[in-house]
């Protein structure tokens, strides 16, 4: 069984949690899934879930190289040498970044209100890119961008492989039986 869950922002990717924090229980009813990979409290989107062990290797295991997509909202006006450091890799703490899909895009029409909504400073614009990443290092979306000087504002998942968010939204799930 795969689930499909658009997690909102402020939601763990745990079933449980001793400080009584919003989680994936308060959302999923289904016993006995995992999630496949990890969106950070403060990030948004497509969660997938499953109680296939194979599966949910086959898509966290770095030597698959699973495409994940991201729609990222970042401080200030990307300019095209941002993206192109993007494709051809980042350096971080932890070492140069594999290279990403990356390219500024219009703010998405179809986005659900963000609650809290993300910080808007009258004289900082913000532009959206979608980025797409064959790895998943911890908060690599963010450093990544921070790097290039573009800080990440608000970050959706909208895609792992073969699965998409399209037409969940958020704090919804659906079950794809295999």
């Not at 703010?107 to 993300?118: N, S």
Request: proline share 6%; glycine share 8%.
């Amino acid at each position: 069984m795969v689930v499909l869950f658009n997690k909102p922002f402020g939601v763990l990717c745990q079933f449980t949690d001793h400080a009584s924090r919003p989680t994936l229980a308060d959302y999923i009813d289904i016993k006995n899934i995992y999630a496949a990979g990890r969106l950070d409290r403060d990030s948004e989107g497509l969660l997938v879930l499953t109680d296939d062990g194979r599966l949910q290797h086959r898509i966290t295991s770095p030597k698959h190289k699973m495409e994940k997509t991201y729609l990222v909202q970042v401080e200030n006006r990307i300019n095209e040498a941002a993206l192109q450091q993007l494709r051809q890799g980042v350096v971080l703490r932890d070492g140069l970044t594999l290279p990403a899909k990356a390219r500024r895009i219009d703010p998405p029409a179809w986005l659900w209100p963000r609650e809290p909504p993300v910080r808007q400073r009258k004289n900082i614009a913000t532009s959206w890119i979608e980025l797409g990443l064959q790895e998943g290092r911890n908060r690599q979306v963010r450093r990544m961008t921070a790097a290039t000087g573009f800080p990440t504002l608000r970050l959706i998942r909208i895609a792992i492989g073969p699965w998409q968010l399209q037409g969940l939204g958020s704090g919804e799930y659906v079950v794809i039986r295999r």
